[in-house]
């Protein structure tokens, strides 16, 4: 472990990249790296699902090309840095690896075990986990201060957002080469704590979960509290941005960060959305969940906004995003990158509550948990603190 803290201190440029996993999300990284003039090696157990990959990218830049975005050169030299294979032995010479295989502790375990038998003692090892503890991966390696969670967002060449989250055993200088690495490959890099959901998953849960005890209170309807969230900005109400992402899995994530706040009543998940889960009607890929899709066309009226919808949705995504600041899980600055760049928010959740005002916000809190009497509603002790001491977040 000594050994390895003083190689790391001297971190370089990460030039050669490995990438394991050739799936939605690592071959987008793989994407990512080969722009950013990276060399990639893109590892997959799957020899069909390199092929995928490498058919997959070559339609993107073609259209691409074909839009004039990008030069054919430049298409042809990208692709040309992307080797694959199904060896891992092939990532020897990689500065860092980022894995993005199957979302299981063990798997995801045996292969940091694996990788560290086949690349160099100071080669950095990532995780793009959403779920899992950083820290208990990090515990399966020998050298465990090289570990460190690079949280990419779907689709990867596209969203700007990286979490970057260290483990407990993390050495220091890693989190910051990592934020200058992803800043380098042209990523919004924002630094979060090894939390339940890190920032996005967590701070965003409200915007599902307030919209469906709207919903099941029966204040509006699902469309009329999705025009009600267009109308503040949001390119997607909650329940279309729902019904786009699965039912099976946005469940699964409330669900897992609900269990991993110990049954906190603020992450509950919602009835409702069990029920459409067990009706498999998952969306838009089953062409049923909360709207009815044909041909992948969403069906029915657009809604129209209803007056106070919004603003409850809000209140509880900005009491939500003040206390993750107030848990330490992240600066202010970092929450408000994380939720434009990595979930197109239309502002930072912590500016908007600067325009609003620490006191609307807490009026608004403090009345929904006078009328429900529930917990969910607390307010975060450090806005309190901030409307006692007169402060904004950006002021
Ligand atoms: P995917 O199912 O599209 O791809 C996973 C790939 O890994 C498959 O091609 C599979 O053959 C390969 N694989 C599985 N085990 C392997 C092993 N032991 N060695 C080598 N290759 C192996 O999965 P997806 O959606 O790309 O997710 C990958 C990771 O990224 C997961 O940890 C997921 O939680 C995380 N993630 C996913 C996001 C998403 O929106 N899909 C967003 C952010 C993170």
């Excluded at 009607?281 to 919004?310: I, M, S």
């Excluded at 994380?338 to 197109?344: D, F, L, P, R, Y």
Aim: proline share 4%; net charge negative.
């Amino acid at each position: 472990m000594g050994d390895v803290r003083r190689y790391l201190r001297v971190m370089k440029a990460w030039k050669n990249v490995g990438v394991v996993g050739a799936g939605t999300m690592g071959s987008g990284i793989a994407q990512i790296a080969a722009q950013a003039g990276c060399d990639v090696i893109l590892v997959d157990a799957s020899s069909d699902a390199l092929t995928r990959s490498e058919a997959n990218l070559a339609k993107v830049f073609q259209r691409l090309v074909e839009k004039g975005r990008v030069s054919s050169e430049d298409a042809h030299a990208v692709q040309g840095r992307i080797r694959r294979s199904t060896q891992v032995q092939e990532l020897s010479e990689c500065d860092v690896v980022v894995e993005a295989i199957v979302e299981d502790l063990g798997v995801k375990s045996n292969l940091f075990q694996t990788l560290e038998t086949v690349v160099s003692h100071d080669a950095v090892l990532a995780t793009n986990t959403s779920s899992l503890s950083v820290t208990a991966l990090a515990r399966a390696c020998e050298h465990p201060s090289r570990v460190v969670g690079l949280h990419f967002f779907n689709p990867a060449p596209l969203m700007a957002l990286v979490e970057v989250v260290p483990a407990l055993q993390t050495q220091p200088e890693l989190a910051d080469h990592a934020m200058a690495q992803m800043q380098a490959w042209g990523k919004a890099p924002a630094l979060a704590k090894d939390t339940p959901g890190f920032i996005v998953n967590r701070v965003a849960r409200p915007f599902y979960s307030e919209a469906l005890r709207i919903l099941e209170e029966g204040v509006a309807s699902v469309a009329d509290i999705d025009a009600s969230m267009r109308a503040k900005g949001f390119r997607m109400g909650p329940f279309e941005l729902m019904d786009l992402i699965g039912h099976d899995v946005n469940y699964a994530v409330t669900s897992t960060v609900h269990d991993s706040f110990y049954g906190d009543p603020k992450y509950r998940p919602a009835h409702t959305q069990r029920q459409l889960v067990a009706a498999h009607w998952l969306g838009r890929k089953t062409g049923q969940g909360f709207y009815t899709y044909v041909d992948g066309v969403k069906q029915g009226d657009p809604g129209v906004a209803v007056e106070g919808v919004a603003e409850r949705v809000l209140a509880m995504l900005m009491n939500e995003a003040a206390d993750a600041v107030f848990w330490q899980v992240a600066s202010p600055e970092h929450i408000d990158v994380a939720m434009q760049k990595g979930v197109n928010y239309p502002k930072g959740l912590l500016a908007w509550a600067d325009e609003w005002g620490v006191g609307e916000l807490i009026n608004i809190l403090d009345a929904l948990r006078q009328r429900y009497g529930e917990e969910r509603y607390r307010v975060s002790p450090l806005l309190r603190d901030m409307a006692r001491q007169g402060r904004s977040f950006f002021g």
